[in-house]
C-alpha cells in the first residue's frame, strides 16, 4: 500500500491529473491542518481522495480546547465522508512514556476509526532528533493502546541525504524491530524531480509496504503561465 498525501492550501489550482497513475493497491489523501471546508468542497472530491490526515499535539486528546474540538469536528466529517482518517502525533515537548501512554489511550478511544502515527517528522531537530530510543518507546506503546482496534504507525522519517539520519534510523530499528509499515516525507525527492532519496532507503531498508504522508508536488494556476 502506497498512501500519497499531498499537503496544499491550493486546492483550487492543483491538477487534477494527479491520481490517474495510482495503482489499484494505492491510496490518495489530502491534509489540509486548519480548515475544513474542503470537505464540502467538490474540487477536493475531483482528486478522488480516499484518506485524509491530521497532524496534532500529543496531548490533544486530553485537554478540552479549541484543538481538540476542531480534530473532533475533522475527524467525524472524514468518517461521514467515506474517507479514512489518519492522525499524527508532534510536539510541543516530549512526553513521558506514561504521559504518552495516557494520551494516545484516550485518542484511540475517542477516534476509534482512525490510523494513528506514533510521531510525525521524528528525525527533525525540533521534534526527537537526539533521542531515537524514546521514539521507539512512543512506537511500542502507540501498538499496544491500538492492538487489534486500529492500525499504527511507528512514526514518519523526513527523507535527505545525510549519514546522520541512517544512524537515527539504525538506533530507532535496535530498539522498535522492523516496522510493519514505514512512513516517509519526500520533499527532497519532489523538490528535485526525482525519487532517488525514497530509492536509496527503499535499497536499504527493504520495506514492504511504505506510506509516504506527505510530499510536495508542483502544479500550475488556471493561466498557465505560473508554476
Not at 487489534?148 to 530507532?172: A, E, G
Amino acid at each position: 500500500l502506497l498512501a500519497v498525501f499531498l499537503f496544499s492550501p491550493t486546492l483550487a489550482q492543483a491538477s487534477l491529473q494527479r491520481t490517474a497513475a495510482l495503482a489499484a493497491d494505492q491510496s490518495f489523501g489530502v491534509g489540509d491542518q486548519v480548515n475544513l471546508g474542503m470537505f464540502s468542497d467538490p474540487r477536493f472530491y475531483a482528486l478522488h481522495p480516499t484518506s485524509v490526515r491530521l497532524v496534532i499535539p500529543w496531548g490533544t486528546s486530553l485537554r478540552n480546547n479549541d484543538r481538540r474540538a476542531y480534530t473532533d469536528q475533522w475527524y467525524a466529517l472524514a468518517v461521514s465522508h467515506g474517507l479514512q482518517p489518519l492522525i499524527s502525533f508532534w510536539g510541543p515537548g516530549s512526553p513521558t512514556p506514561r504521559e504518552y501512554q495516557r494520551a494516545v489511550t484516550a485518542a484511540v478511544k475517542r477516534w476509534p476509526q482512525a490510523v494513528f502515527q506514533a510521531w510525525n517528522e521524528a528525525n527533525l531537530a525540533r521534534q526527537l532528533h537526539r533521542n531515537p530510543r524514546l521514539a521507539a518507546t512512543y512506537s511500542k506503546i502507540l501498538d499496544k493502546a491500538c492492538s487489534k482496534r486500529c492500525v499504527s504507525l511507528p512514526l514518519t522519517i523526513v527523507l535527505f541525504n545525510d549519514p546522520q539520519l541512517i544512524k537515527w534510523v539504525n538506533s530507532f530499528l535496535r530498539d522498535y524491530g522492523r516496522p510493519k509499515i514505514w512512513a516517509f516525507h519526500v520533499y527532497g525527492d519532489a523538490n528535485t524531480s526525482s525519487n532517488r532519496e525514497l530509492i536509496y532507503f527503499m535499497h536499504l531498508y527493504h520495506p514492504r509496504t511504505v506510506w509516504i504522508t506527505e510530499t510536495g508536488a508542483w502544479y500550475r494556476w488556471h493561466d498557465h503561465h505560473n508554476t
